[in-house]
Nanobody
């Protein structure tokens, strides 16, 4: 089991920004597609963003396009989710997930991922 850990969550006012990071201490993420998912209060978990192992393919939930950016930092062995112009509806527990993959594969479907982090809380409110 890949020991994924998320960091960077917290409280922010509407319109603010947060940067989440996903890491697997002691392991490389080079051969994994990474997805960010979230589950808001009383809601189903949904895929927010994903990135292929190559880093050349990304995909986003429609409601976060233009506001969120997923990226890989190979030197730090992390995958980040930059979240700008946050809205109250972005409030959720955010999870990173990983699946062994090659090239340009990635997915926003949680059933495709075998490895999950414990999650980090993001709260957007005034």
């Amino acid at each position: 089991q890949l020991p994924l850990v998320e960091s960077g969550g917290g409280w922010v006012q509407p319109g603010g920004s947060l940067r989440l990071s996903c890491a697997a201490p002691g392991y490389t993420l080079d051969y994994y597609a990474i997805g960010w998912f979230r589950q808001g209060p009383g809601k189903e978990r949904e895929g927010v963003a994903c990135i292929s192992p190559s880093g050349t393919r990304t995909d986003y939930l429609d409601s976060v396009k233009g506001r969120f950016t997923i990226s890989r930092d190979n030197s730090e062995n992390t995958v980040s989710l930059q979240m700008n112009n946050l809205k109250s509806e972005d409030t959720a527990v955010y999870y990173c997930a990983a699946e062994t993959a090659f090239g340009t594969w990635s997915s926003l479907h949680e059933s495709e991922y075998d490895h999950w982090g414990p999650g980090t809380q993001v709260t957007v409110s005034s």
